[in-house]
């Protein structure tokens, strides 16, 4: 079967028209947060509902549980020391794994007021930790616990760890359910996805004191939600959406897409060159080799 659907002529030399979709592991709930470690060739995931995160190992193809309980972690990534990233809806927090194992709180309330439930995170090469803070792990117990927002009503925002202070801040309000995140190449556009009202992506710029200004339009999704998304070599994303993953051009085309048969949460690049797109869908971990490069993010 054909995995991929080409909308514009530029997306024919991002695939291999014989490239396979193929399914590594299944029998989760919801699985999200992707985050590849290319020393370990391993990829973490959360599988939310179930409250634990799994690692594939990609030599052999094993799937074993990382850790358990997680807190219902959601969104990870690895930053520039090769350190895990997470969001954690249970615990209302963002953490590292440090190297030695122990656990690093960068996060867990704005000016004493708890979090909603972090979402997704992306660290700058600068050291600054951007996240989301959408409300999703608070509505019901089924990916989180059931609990209050403490912000002016019910307010989800964009938040900033300074990589000196650690201090937190707000650096984006403009959003209903802010949610997956990436930057550009360059780093000085933040690329941010609503998948509450309206149902798309943004730009942002970033400024030199990492704020963000001048939000704007980027693409609406035409099938489902944005949620989680990463960016190829050339600026392209790669992002979810109901029926797969949607390839858009920094112009704001929809190129083409992977066709998935179930819902797609987020993506990530694996494999030695970063040609190999791993997806979170629903209950299953897929991937698809491709002839493009993820970008180089650590
Ligand atoms: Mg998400």
Known sequence: MNP?????PRFEACIKPSAQ????????????????????????????????????????GDVAVFREPSNNANGHTVDPQGRLVSCEHGTRRVTRTEHDGTITVLADNYEGKRLNSPNDVVVRSDGAVYFTDPSYGIESDYEG????????????????????TGALQIVSDEFDRPNGLAFSLDERTLYVADSGAPRDMSALDVADDGTLTNKRHFATCTNGVFDGFRLDDA????????????????????????KV????????????KRNRLYM???????AILLAVN???TM
């Open 4 to 8: 991929f659907e080409i909308l514009d």
């Open 21 to 60: 979709l193929e399914q590594l592991h299944t029998g989760c709930r919801w699985t999200e947060g992707p985050a590849y470690f290319p020393a370990h060739r391993s990829l973490v995931f959360s599988d939310i509902p179930n409250n634990r995160i799994l690692r594939y190992f990609e030599p052999t």
């Open 145 to 164: 616990n059931k609990g209050e927002s403490e912000f002016p009503g019910g307010a989800c925002y964009v938040f900033r760890v300074d990589p000196v």
């Open 294 to 296: 993820g970008a180089k």
């Open 235 to 258: 600026g392209r994303i790669w992002t979810s959406a109901a029926d797969g993953v949607h390839c858009y051009d920094p112009d704001g085309t929809l190129l083409g897409k992977v």
């Open 261 to 272: 048969p179930e819902t797609v949460a987020n993506v990530a690049w694996g494999w030695p």
């Open 280 to 286: 979170c869908a629903t209950t299953s971990l897929y």
